[in-house]
């Protein structure tokens, strides 16, 4: 069977009976008979779009957690119920308390942004907890985790308004747990960001850094320039360009306005991501 990646979760979705959306994200890996899960979504979309689309967890080799925000990882109690003893690869940070304190049309929002559920729920659910803060390697050398990308890139800061709780008090969160995938498909290496909360560009320069790869077949996932200025959103598309991706699908947190701005500054390339939706790994 080709690789493919299979959307479970997604701001959109797909033309089909049944099929739901969330404000969420969740992708299944099929690579030569390794299943790896990344990241749950709210938990919605994992139990009622799984009939649809013929995916079983109970056959999945392993979760891996993109970050501790609850629309990444809602669902982990469910595919742990379909799946006791699950591995799910995780940075310790992603298990902090986390909020978001924004702003918006004159009143301070504040919100419960984290991990639904603490470590000792999840092992006493069956999880078997694997940190990852190094590079790790996973499908034979095909699937890469990885770990946290060093903050290069001027341009691309952690956004203000998120914070995490340590040692019983606040800080501005700067995302160390903020992981990446990359994929290597007969067409070269695909990129899949849960938020890119570390930015997209130090990501994907982290993943040059690591495989030598410099020129990309997909990136996907959700870029996080939703609130990002026009400035940002320029220069982090011209250092995207320069990586020649041959096709995009970034969705999520990316933005309506951006992917708008992706259409035209690659035409021809840009995929529209939604649950249901299934990615040939070429």
């Known amino acids: 069977m080709p690789g493919q990646i299979t959307i479970i979760s997604e701001n959109r979705c797909s033309l089909s009976r049944g099929l739901i959306a969330e404000h969420g994200f969740s992708v299944l ?13 709210q938990g919605f979309a994992l139990r009622q ?3 649809l689309l013929g995916y079983d967890l109970s056959q999945i080799d392993a979760l891996a957690l993109s970050h501790g925000h609850f629309d990444h990882t809602g ?15 995780l940075h310790p940070a992603a298990l902090l308390k986390r909020k978001v304190k924004k702003e918006i049309m004159g009143k301070t929002i504040e919100l419960e942004v984290g991990m639904p559920f603490s470590r000792a729920e999840l092992e006493a659910k069956g999880a078997e907890l694997i940190f990852v803060e190094q590079p790790l390697e996973l499908a034979d050398g095909k699937i890469l985790i990885t770990g946290p990308a060093p903050l290069k890139m001027d341009f691309e ?6 914070f995490v709780e340590k040692d019983g008090s606040l800080e501005p969160d700067d995302f160390a747990d903020d992981i990446s995938l990359a994929v290597k498909g007969k067409n070269g290496v695909s990129v899949i960001f849960g938020c890119a909360h570390r930015g ?17 077949d997909l990136v996907m996932g959700g870029m996080h320039l939703l609130m990002s200025s026009p400035e940002q959103v320029n220069q982090t598309l ?9 096709r995009l699908a970034v969705g999520h947190c990316t933005g309506d306005f951006v992917q708008l701005q992706i259409v035209q500054k690659f035409p021809g390339k840009f995929i529209f991501p939604a649950s249901g939706l299934k990615i040939a790994l070429e």
């Open 238 to 246: 011209d250092a995207l360009a320069a990586y020649n991706p041959s």
């Open 75 to 89: 669902g982990i109690p469910y595919a742990l119920e379909k799946h006791p003893r699950l591995k799910i690869y």
């Open 49 to 51: 779009n799984q009939a």
């Open 29 to 41: 890996i099929e690579l030569d008979g390794y299943k790896l899960l990344f990241d749950t979504g």
């Open 200 to 216: 997209a560009i130090n990501t994907l320069k982290r993943i040059e850094e690591l495989w030598g790869v410099s020129q990309f």
């Open 157 to 162: 800061k952690p956004e203000p308004g998120f």
